[in-house]
Nanobody
């Protein structure tokens, strides 16, 4: 089992910045990647960014350039630095961990989410 705990969400003004953190605990040895997803009310959950154990990153195009994902492997923690926030960034942000078992089976684990609200 893997437990994910997000922190760092809150209320910010347009143009402001936030840094989200996600700490993983439990059976973390087989984590292949960790990432951030977000879901606004009435909308589908969408990928924001993902980072692999090797450090490769991918971003959804609309977030690329404003958001940066990083990790501290020793702390089993992934971060999402969000700059130049816009009202449309308002959503619940969820941390994700993707595990690849030795058998090849993949498992997803999710945090409870942290609210990000961008408003003046």
């Amino acid at each position: 089992q893997v437990q994910l705990v997000e922190s760092g969400g809150g209320l910010v003004q347009p143009g402001g910045s936030l840094r989200l953190s996600c700490a993983a605990s439990g059976d973390t040895s087989e984590i292949y990647s960790m990432g951030w997803y977000r879901q606004a009310p009435g909308k589908q959950r969408e990928l924001v960014a993902v980072i692999t154990n090797g450090g490769s990153t991918k971003y959804t195009d609309s977030m690329k350039g404003r958001f940066t994902i990083s990790k501290d492997t020793a702390k089993n923690t992934v971060y999402l630095q969000m700059n130049n926030l816009k009202p449309e960034d308002t959503a619940v942000y969820y941390c994700n961990a993707f595990l690849v078992r030795y058998s090849g089976r993949g498992d997803d684990y999710w945090g409870q989410g942290t609210q990000v609200t961008v408003s003046s």
